[in-house]
């Protein structure tokens, strides 16, 4: 929600809620044909994803949680 806010007010709304409604697309695509994608794409392959998405998001959250501490320490 904050990367939304943020990315709205760099790029416009429009170009921003374009993005979101492309990835709830394509979310909702793979959900709806999950199926076909689990017999495609191999299991070890799909928790190797996982596994690296796990690691982006951490990564993520931390820098996050760094730039909300610089934010604080240098007010």
Do not use: C, E
């Amino acid at each position: 929600m904050a990367a939304s806010v943020t990315l709205a007010d760099i790029h416009g709304q429009f170009l921003v809620l374009a993005g979101l409604l492309i990835n709830l697309a394509v979310v909702g695509l793979l959900l709806y044909y999950q199926d076909v994608v689990t017999k495609w794409v191999h299991p070890g392959v799909s928790r190797a994803f996982g596994k690296i998405m796990s690691l982006l998001l951490a990564a993520y959250a931390v820098a996050m949680i760094r730039t909300g501490i610089t934010n604080v320490i240098h007010l």
